[in-house]
């Protein structure tokens, strides 16, 4: 297991620095940043001013340069580089953007799994009656809902109900209060009523997928050798449900989990940008915005570390669901 884990992180390096390569030539096609930052100046900096700027940033070489100094950086200095805005600093900004990404995405993830689990079983089990008909038409609308159109929609229907009730039960702006309540616990709770209508937006999206995913997987096992010996066995229904089926029916769940999770980083930016987050959303749309290339890479580095332990963490679940896998 230690040497399969090993493998894997041998093998992501190598596509990690590959799409930071792409990532940093594409951004280095657009716009030059120091021209953006010095737009609408009247008069106009001295041409020093832009040289010394470019310098900073590291503009004043070739491409190749300055994709290997940003690289030697990275690995020998764990530096993301300097950002466009000389009072930033993209690690510490970038870190403490992350825990408030990281809380939206990760507890969506758990709310989207277990409903989908349980809507999916359920469906599979019940096929053909009202309660799968009903699941597979919300699953299907929820599909095809955007996610901006969900937020937005949840967004608007709270400022409603807390307008109605004269009072605000739903808070629709940002990841906490801007003066934090007195207590840990009040804190902690205002946290939570922060992180609601978010995640209900990011958790639906995921959860319309992975439903749909887990009812096919489980009608498979269901319908399979020896789920029928299991019943012929004289098993009771909730033993072969639970012990047998749904055991097996959630490897081709963990593959689909493992698949989205960078679509659900593509959603939690949407999510941030309606709810006015200050999360890595809202870091990569300034930092696009403002031609901000060392900004982006530390983005995407950071994002693409979590989409492959995310992926490993599923691979390493294959072996807890089903014995028979084993990795040598």
Avoid: C
């Avoid at 992350?98 to 969506?108: F, G, P, Q, S």
């Avoid at 009608?219 to 020896?226: A, G, K, W």
């Amino acid at each position: 297991m230690v040497a399969y884990v090993i493998r894997r992180l041998l093998a992501a390096i190598p596509i990690l620095i590959a799409s930071t390569f792409i990532v940093f030539w594409l951004v280095s096609l657009t716009a030059d940043p120091v021209e953006e930052e010095f737009a609408g100046r009247n008069p106009r900096p001295p041409q020093q001013t832009f040289d010394l700027e470019r310098h900073r940033l590291g503009l004043d070489h070739g491409f190749f340069a300055q994709y290997l100094t940003w690289l030697k950086n990275l690995v020998l200095h764990g530096s993301f580089g300097q950002a466009v805005n000389a009072a930033t600093d993209i690690n510490s900004e970038l870190f403490r953007r992350l825990e408030v990404t990281a809380r939206l995405i990760l507890v969506a993830m758990a709310v989207a799994l277990v409903l989908a689990v349980i809507t999916g079983v359920l469906s599979a089990y019940r096929q053909y009656s009202r309660f799968d008909y009903t699941a597979t038409f919300f699953g299907f609308l929820f599909l095809a809902m955007p996610t901006f159109w969900i937020a937005q929609l949840l967004k608007t229907g709270a400022i409603g109900f807390n307008g109605a009730l004269g009072t605000r039960i739903f808070f629709t702006l940002g990841e906490k209060s801007d003066i934090p309540p007195v207590g840990w616990w009040n804190q902690f709770l205002d946290i939570i009523g922060h992180m609601i209508l978010p995640t209900i937006s990011l958790a639906l999206i995921t959860y319309a997928a992975w439903s749909r995913f887990q009812r096919a997987a489980m009608l498979e096992v269901l319908n399979s050798d020896y789920i029928r010996l299991a019943r012929a066995k004289g098993l009771k229904p909730r033993q072969v449900m639970i012990k047998h089926a749904m055991r097996t029916a959630l490897i081709p769940m963990t593959t689909a989990s493992a698949l989205t999770i960078a679509t659900i980083f593509g959603g939690a930016i949407i999510t941030e940008t309606v709810f006015q987050w200050q999360g890595m959303g809202k870091f990569l749309v300034t930092s696009v915005l403002t031609h901000d290339r060392n900004a982006t890479m530390g983005w995407l580095i950071v994002a693409g570390t979590f989409v492959i332990v995310g992926n490993l963490v599923a691979d390493l679940l294959y072996a807890v669901l089903d014995p028979r896998i084993r990795y040598a």
